[in-house]
Each structure stands twice: as structure tokens, then as C-alpha cells.
């Protein structure tokens, strides 16, 4: 696992038994809206400890301001089960940030770091995706303009529309 890093306005530390207390309460209806795979009221402890207990992630970090010190959210990066290029190995990318943190430049300041600095550098992979609910337009958008394009659309298991956003490496 890639060890902690900063970018411009951000420290990405990995995820540690701890946490949970930055967590606490966050999984309400404003965030979860958008993550439907998390319910609302999701226990803090619980969900630290899935993340750490299961797949190999590439990248399970916490997001903090720089300044404050304040988490501000997560990101990961795992191996995707395929990519939508035949054969290719895909890396899946997973990001939520709190809602109170929103439309501050964050999201693109996280993505297009990951991508350029580890992403890339490491040759890990001809394609990132970005799993986004159909709804989460924001999120979208964010993945736009750092070049993903919408690829696919497909019903999960929580029934409900879900997009492949992906950027190829060229």
C-alpha cells in the first residue's frame, strides 16, 4: 500500500483503526444519498474495519486539510475485476468527500493528483474507473473534467443506476 502523501491542499494518509472517530455519524441521507452501498447509520467501526479487512487495496486513505487538520473524507484504489478494455487490467477508484466540503476544488485536486503521481508513474493500469450513482451529477462532472468520459451504464445490486466513468491512459 502506497504510504501517506500531500498535494496541494491535502494530506492522504492511509486509513488505521482510529479513525472511525472522524467518521462517526457521517453516514447520514446527505452522503449516503449518493453512495447507496452504504446505508444510512452505518457504524463507523464497522465500516473502518471492512475497509482494512478486505480486498487489497492499492491506495485506503483519509483525506485531511492541510491547514486544519480536519478530515474531510477517503479515497481508494483497488484492481478492478475487468476494465471495459479487452484484457486490460483496470484499476477501480472510490472517493467520498463530507458535504460540508463540497464545490471547494477538493475532488479535482485529489483526482487529477492520483492519476498523475500514482496512477500513471506506476503504469498500474490502461484504465481507472470511477463507479458514480446516476443522480450524483457533481460527481460526474468532477470525473469530466478530469478527463473521464461516461462509459457505461448498468442497474446494481441496490437497483439503482450506476455509470462507469473511465479515463484511458493514452
Known amino acids: 500500500m502506497i504510504s501517506e502523501f500531500k498535494i496541494e491542499r491535502l494530506r492522504v494518509r492511509p ?16 452522503l449516503c444519498k449518493y453512495m447507496p452501498e ?19 487495496y492499492y491506495l485506503c486513505h483519509v483525506l485531511e486539510d492541510i491547514h486544519s487538520s480536519c478530515v474531510i473524507g477517503f479515497v481508494q484504489l483497488s484492481e478492478a475485476n ?3 478494455l479487452e484484457n486490460k487490467l483496470a484499476i477501480e477508484l472510490g472517493y467520498f468527500i463530507f458535504p460540508e466540503f ?37 460527481s460526474i462532472k468532477l470525473l469530466e473534467k478530469c478527463n473521464f468520459f461516461k462509459a457505461s451504464t448498468a442497474v446494481d445490486a441496490t437497483a439503482t443506476r450506476v455509470c462507469s466513468c ?5
Open 82 to 84: 475487468k476494465g471495459t
Open 102 to 138: 463540497w464545490a471547494r476544488g477538493y475532488g479535482s485536486e485529489l483526482i487529477q493528483a492520483l492519476i498523475k503521481n500514482i496512477v500513471e508513474p506506476n503504469n498500474w493500469s490502461q484504465e481507472v474507473i470511477a463507479w458514480v450513482y446516476d443522480g450524483n451529477v457533481a
Open 166 to 170: 473511465t479515463k484511458v491512459a493514452i
Open 38 to 56: 452504504i446505508p444510512v447509520g452505518t457504524d463507523a467501526t464497522v465500516w473502518l474495519k471492512e475497509k482494512l479487512d478486505n480486498q487489497p
Open 15 to 30: 486509513l488505521k483503526i482510529g479513525d472511525e472517530i472522524h467518521f462517526l455519524n457521517r453516514f447520514d441521507d446527505v
